[in-house]
T-cell receptor, first 115, second 114 residues
């Protein structure tokens, strides 16, 4: 069965520290992968996506993610976290060409940032 | 540019009542969709539409109806609300359903059914 796992429900980091949010997926077809961020009271905003090519993708707000096919992972990273990064982060996976109606979301990781 | 607008922001219903969650977009997007967000479960697709007059079911369609009479609007109807429908509902739209153009989300409607 197709699935997305975000192993960490909550993560707390200090401002200025590095961040890595984990995402593992199980998908039969060639996946396309997304990371979204949800600030309190807001809808989801796309941070970055991977379809093909370079396995290290750059996104908005200084985030990057690396696709590792051998590990079925698509972890999100940021070298130095800002207080404004406190939010909930969702990983999502779909099939290349499969459309958004086939997109599967993970359960989310809530990030807290200590000053 | 308003983007995706959802109304109301908050709603409390009693079991058995009906209501319509409104969603409108001003970006001329063909694809529109409704998700529900529940703690620990991420977002789950309720219904979607690839254009005016065309709708289809997502992962969790039971208890919900939709219609798409115009490109701009995609209302979600609850005919007889149940406590299990307590959730946060998001509408999202994009240019076409290929997964290439980004999904634009509204700010959500928080629904409580007592």
């Amino acid at each position: 069965a197709q699935s997305v796992t975000q192993p960490d429900i909550h993560i707390t980091v200090s401002e200025g520290a590095s961040l890595e949010l984990r995402c593992n997926y199980s998908y039969g077809a060639t996946p396309y992968l997304f990371w979204y961020v949800q600030s309190p009271g807001q809808g989801l905003q796309l941070l970055l996506k991977y379809f093909s090519g370079d396995t290290l993708v750059q996104g908005i707000k200084g985030f990057e993610a690396e696709f590792k096919r051998s590990q079925s992972s698509f972890n999100l990273r940021k070298p130095s976290v800002h207080w404004s990064d406190a939010a909930e982060y969702f990983c999502a996976v779909g099939a290349l060409g499969g459309g958004y109606n086939k997109l599967i979301f993970g359960a989310g990781t809530r990030l807290a940032v200590h000053p | 540019n308003a983007g995706v607008t959802q109304t109301p922001k908050f709603q409390v219903l009693k079991t058995g009542q009906s209501m319509t969650l409104q969603c409108a977009q001003d970006m001329n997007h063909e694809y529109m969709s409704w998700y529900r967000q529940d703690p620990g479960m991420g977002l789950r697709l309720i219904h979607y539409s690839v254009g005016a007059g065309i709708t289809d079911q997502g992962e969790v369609p039971n208890g919900y109806n939709v219609s798409r009479s115009t490109t701009e609007d995609f209302p979600l109807r609850l005919l007889s609300a149940a406590p299990s429908q307590t959730s946060v509902y998001f509408c999202a739209s994009t240019t076409e359903n290929t997964g290439i153009s980004p999904l634009h989300f509204g700010n959500g409607t928080r629904l409580t059914v007592t």
